[in-house]
Nanobody, 124 residues
Framework: QVQLVESGGGLVQTGGSLRLSCAAS????????MGWFRQVPGKEREFVGG????????YYPDSVKGRFTISRDNTKNTVYLEMNNLKAEDTAVYYC?????????????????WGQGTQVTVSS
């Protein structure tokens, strides 16, 4: 069992930056692939990036590539999402998730554990 708690969301102006954190409790954090998703009311949940269990590989969709960076510190059981050059369309609730996989997982249905989410609002 893994519990995930996101933090770091808030209100930021267009072009600004935020760093989200996701702290995990439970066993064997370093054996899980981690992902970040976001969701706007009325829309499907969107994958914004993933990182493998070791942290050596990441993946981003084109919508955030070059602006978002995922990293993890397995000694602290924490995964991060660094978001730069934020746009109004990045406004959403952001979730971290853990999957029992050593590879990057893009599909939300393959994640086993989810955090409660943190709101990110980008004002223009």
């Amino acid at each position: 069992q893994v519990q995930l708690v996101e933090s770091g969301g808030g209100l930021v102006q267009t072009g600004g930056s935020l760093r989200l954190s996701c702290a995990a409790s439970g066993r064997a954090f370093g054996t899980y692939a981690m992902g970040w998703f976001r969701q706007v009311p009325g829309k499907e949940r969107e994958f914004v990036g993933g990182i493998i269990d070791s942290g050596r590989s990441t993946y981003y969709p084109d919508s955030v590539k070059g602006r978002f960076t995922i990293s993890r510190d397995n000694t602290k059981n924490t995964v991060y999402l660094e978001m730069n050059n934020l746009k109004a369309e990045d406004t959403a609730v952001y979730y971290c998730a853990a999957a029992r996989s050593s590879n990057i997982v893009r599909l939300d249905s393959r994640y086993h554990y989810w955090g409660q989410g943190t709101q990110v609002t980008v004002s223009s």
